[in-house]
């Protein structure tokens, strides 16, 4: 089954600082698709972004950006001026096409500080 | 509107019990799942059932059993409840296969809190 690794367990940062969280996986399928998703303080899982196995063109959107290495195994999310707002637990999935099946790293706890 | 419901939000209980958490979509997904959130943030998959046909069944004790009566709805009963069961428990539902960029993009309920005595 595939393996997503963040090795990151907390991070913290001060307000306006950049932070880049890690995530690596592991897989045989060619066909996948990764995901990013955030879990505030409320509990609640918020999807951030999809990409799939072939399109490896970096996304921003706003302050977050996503960096897409085949050739590393890496999907590393950035967030730019970080924001008290942004503290929360992100999570780096997989999910291989064949099965739908998505698999989660284990979380890397932001705390941004005013 | 809701687009993925469960109940109840929280549940308490006494080891042995048996309990049940509903789980409802309405995104018209075809496939739709649990996850079990430990008390160290970690996100298990345990169910993943595809137009009512389970498709994922991790190593999840028998005490656990999911039941589909349709595609909109997934509920999750257990029974002789044990204190390793405190979590939240996730649903989740998603479109398999889809071309659109929703593909395989798993929409989250609130969450069940259910914590053993």
């Known amino acids: 089954a595939q393996k997503v690794t963040q090795a990151q367990t907390e991070i913290s940062v001060v307000e306006k600082e950049d932070v880049t969280l890690d995530c690596v996986y592991e897989?045989?399928?060619?066909?996948?698709?990764l995901f990013w998703y955030k879990q505030p303080p409320s509990g609640e899982l918020v999807f951030l972004i999809r990409?799939?196995?072939?399109?490896?063109q970096n996304e921003i959107s706003g302050r977050y950006s996503w960096n897409f290495q085949k050739s590393t195994s890496s999907f590393n999310f950035t967030i730019t001026a970080s924001q008290v707002v942004d503290s929360a637990v992100y999570f780096c999935a997989l999910s291989e096409a064949q099965n739908n099946d998505m698999r989660f790293g284990a979380g890397t706890r932001l705390t941004v500080k005013p | 509107d809701t687009a993925v419901s469960q109940t109840p939000k929280y549940l308490v209980t006494q080891m042995g019990n048996d309990k049940s958490i509903k789980c409802e979509q309405n995104l018209g997904h075809d496939t739709m799942y649990w996850y079990k959130q430990d008390s160290k943030k970690f996100l298990k998959i345990m169910f993943s059932y595809n137009n009512k046909e389970l498709i994922i069944n991790e190593t999840v004790p028998n005490r656990f059993s999911p039941k589909s009566p349709d595609k909109a709805h997934l509920n999750l009963h257990i029974n002789s409840l044990e204190l390793g069961d405190s979590a939240v428990y996730f649903c989740?539902?998603?479109?398999?296969?889809?071309?659109?960029?929703?593909?395989?993009?798993?929409?989250f309920g609130a969450g069940s809190r259910l914590t053993v005595l």
């Open positions: 990409r799939n196995s072939f399109d490896e």
């Open positions: 989740a539902s998603s479109q398999w296969g889809a071309s659109s960029s929703g593909a395989n993009v798993l929409t």
């Open positions: 897989t045989r399928d060619t066909t996948y698709y």
